[in-house]
């Protein structure tokens, strides 16, 4: 069984920063995107930034040029460096792992965390 576990969250005041971390663990053999997303009361979850296996990455307009997502793929680990930070960045940080090939199944599948509340105040 594949998990994804959090860490890294915490309060914060605007403008300083903070790293998240997400480590999968399970019989990986391989995992097409490692994402973050996130969640307010009342409100969809959101993509906020995406990295696929050959490194590209993909950012929500809304956290382009403070956040920076990476991968330590041997970890099979993904990082969130979230810098300048905002109030409405407040909210449930979730990481989720998909195209997942895990040992004792033959398709792809994703997974999510349980996430890490992010709170910026002012």
């Known amino acids: 069984q594949v998990q994804l576990v959090e860490s890294g969250g915490g309060l914060v005041q605007a403008g300083g920063s903070l790293r998240l971390s997400c480590a999968a663990s399970g019989n990986i053999l391989s995992i097409n995107v490692m994402a973050w997303y996130r969640q307010v009361p009342g409100k969809q979850r959101e993509l906020v930034a995406a990295i696929i296996s050959g490194g590209s990455t993909n950012y929500a307009d809304s956290v382009m040029g403070r956040f920076t997502i990476s991968k330590d793929s041997a970890k099979n680990t993904v990082y969130l460096q979230m810098n300048s930070l905002k109030p409405e960045d407040t909210a449930l940080y979730y990481c989720?792992?998909?195209?997942?090939?895990?040992?004792?199944?033959?398709?792809?599948?994703?997974?999510w965390g349980r996430g890490t509340q992010v709170t910026v105040s002012l």
């Open positions: 989720n792992a998909a195209g997942v090939l895990s040992g004792g199944y033959s398709s792809l599948r994703a997974y």
